[in-house]
C-alpha cells in the first residue's frame, strides 16, 4: 500500500505551490494591494509633475521667437511692482524697469501702486550661486571621499576600529541636512582660522593671536556667510554617501584583478591605479553625480552659511582690491574675496518666494518657473548619470 498520496508527494515536491482556492484568492489580493500601492505614488508624482509643468512652462517658453523667455535667465530677482495708470491700465514691472518708466513718463500719474518682493526679474542670481556652491562642493567631495573609499577598502585592515569608522559613516549618512547646516555655521561660519589684519578682527583673547615679526593675526572667527563656507558644508554632507557608494563600487571589483596585478610585479598603488579604478570608475562616476543632484536641492545648509534672499551683484562683481599690492597680492585677494561672496541659490529663492512672502496671482509665475527649472535641472543631472554609468560600463568589458 502507498504510504503518501497523490496530493502529498505533490505538496512534497513543491512545498510553496497554492494549495487552495482561499490561498491563491489571497496571493492576488496581496498583489493588487502591492499594485494600487505602485500605482498610486505613480499617480501622486505625475500629479505634481504635471502641475509644476502646466504651472511653470508657460513663464519659460513663449509662443513666439525665441520661444524661451530669456529674460528670466537673464536677470536677477527683482522686487515686481503692479500699479495702475489714471487710465486703468494695469502694468507689471520688475522695479529697475519700474523706476525707469517713471523717468520716461513723468507726467503720468499712478492711481495705484503695490509691491511683490522678489517676483520680478529672473533666476539669474540663484542658478549662479546654485552651480558655484555645487561646484565648490563636489570638488570637495570628491576629493576626500573617493580617497577615503580606496583606504578603506585597499589599503584598511579588517578589525574594530575601521568597523566603528564605517558605522559612523553611515550614521553620519542619516543625520538631517538642518544638522550639518548648523554645524557648518559654528566651524566654518564662526571659528575656522583665518589670517587677517588688526583692523579686521572681530574676536579677541586667545581666538586672536598674532603672527611673530608681522602685522597679521591667526584670527578663530570664520569665513562668515559666503559662497566656501557653504560649498564646505555641503560637502560634509554629502560625504557619507560617496564614501560608501565609491567603497561598494570598488568592492564589486573581483579580487582576482587585484591578485593578477601584484603578480607580475605591479605595486600597490599600481594595481589600485590600473586594475581596479578604470572598472569601479562607473559606479563611482553614477554616485558623484547623484551626490551632485542632492546637494543641489538643499535648503538648510546653505540657508545657515551661504544664501541671501536678495543680492543686487554676482559673486564677482564689486569685488574690492588694494591698488598698493603686488600682482599676486592682487590675484590673491580677488580670489580669496570671490569666494567669501555671499550668493543666493535656487533652493532658498523657492523657498523664499513660495513661504515667506504672501501668495497671489503676481507671485506665481516666479513660484512655478523657478520650481519648473529646478526640476528639469534636477531631472538631468539624474539622466546624465544614468547614461554616464551605461555608456561607461559598456566599454569597459571583464
Known amino acids: 500500500m ?7 508527494i505533490l505538496n512534497k515536491e513543491r512545498p ?8 491563491r484568492q489571497t496571493d492576488t489580493a496581496v498583489s493588487w494591494v502591492f499594485r494600487l500601492a505602485t500605482y498610486g505614488i505613480l499617480a501622486c508624482a505625475a500629479y505634481i509633475f504635471g502641475d509644476i509643468i502646466v504651472k511653470g512652462a508657460p513663464v519659460v517658453f513663449r509662443a513666439e521667437a525665441p520661444f ?23 502694468r507689471q514691472l520688475a522695479f529697475s524697469d519700474y523706476s525707469q518708466w517713471k523717468k520716461d513718463n513723468p507726467g503720468v ?22 552651480a558655484l556652491l555645487t561646484i565648490i562642493c563636489i570638488v570637495i567631495a570628491l576629493l576626500i571621499g573617493q580617497a577615503t573609499a580606496i583606504f578603506l577598502n585597499e589599503y584598511s585592515s579588517k578589525g574594530r576600529f575601521i568597523n566603528v569608522i564605517r558605522l559612523a559613516i553611515m550614521n553620519l549618512a542619516g543625520v538631517p541636512s538642518v544638522v550639518f547646516g548648523l554645524f557648518g555655521l559654528g566651524l566654518f561660519c564662526l571659528f575656522f582660522p583665518v589670517i587677517t589684519t588688526a583692523s579686521e578682527l572681530r574676536v579677541e583673547g586667545w581666538r586672536a593671536i598674532q603672527l611673530f615679526g608681522t602685522e597679521k593675526y591667526l584670527a578663530f572667527q570664520g569665513w562668515g556667510t559666503c ?6 558644508t555641503l560637502a560634509v554632507m554629502v560625504l557619507p554617501v560617496i564614501i560608501t557608494a565609491c567603497e561598494e563600487s570598488l568592492k564589486a571589483i573581483p579580487m582576482g584583478f587585484r591578485e593578477a596585478s601584484l603578480a607580475l610585479g605591479a605595486t600597490k598603488w599600481q594595481t589600485i591605479r590600473t586594475s581596479v579604478l578604470p572598472y569601479a570608475f562607473p559606479g563611482m562616476l553614477t554616485a558623484s553625480v547623484l551626490g551632485i543632484t542632492r546637494v543641489a536641492g538643499e535648503t538648510a545648509p546653505i540657508m545657515f552659511t551661504a544664501a541671501l534672499a536678495h543680492k543686487d551683484k554676482l559673486p564677482w562683481q564689486g569685488l574690492a582690491v588694494n591698488p598698493e599690492s603686488g600682482f599676486f597680492g592682487r590675484m590673491l585677494s580677488q580670489v580669496f574675496g570671490f569666494f567669501t561672496e555671499s550668493v543666493q541659490a535656487m533652493p532658498y529663492h523657492i523657498y523664499t518666494v513660495a513661504a515667506r512672502i504672501p501668495q497671489s496671482e503676481y507671485t506665481r509665475p516666479m513660484q512655478y518657473g523657478s520650481v519648473f527649472v529646478f526640476m528639469v535641472l534636477v531631472m538631468c543631472l539624474s539622466a546624465l548619470s544614468v547614461f ?7 566599454k569597459m568589458k571583464w
Open 2 to 8: 502507498n504510504e503518501f498520496s497523490d496530493n502529498q
Open 16 to 23: 510553496f505551490a497554492p494549495q487552495t482556492q482561499k490561498r
Open 68 to 90: 524661451i523667455n530669456v529674460e528670466f535667465f537673464t536677470r536677477s530677482p527683482e522686487t515686481l511692482v503692479v500699479f495702475e495708470t489714471q487710465d486703468g491700465t494695469e
Open 109 to 130: 500719474e499712478i492711481a495705484k501702486e503695490h509691491t511683490h518682493s522678489y517676483s520680478g526679474g529672473g533666476i539669474l542670481g540663484p542658478l549662479v550661486g546654485t
Open 227 to 232: 559662497m566656501l563656507a557653504g560649498g564646505c
Open 388 to 394: 554616464l554609468r551605461i555608456h561607461y560600463r559598456k
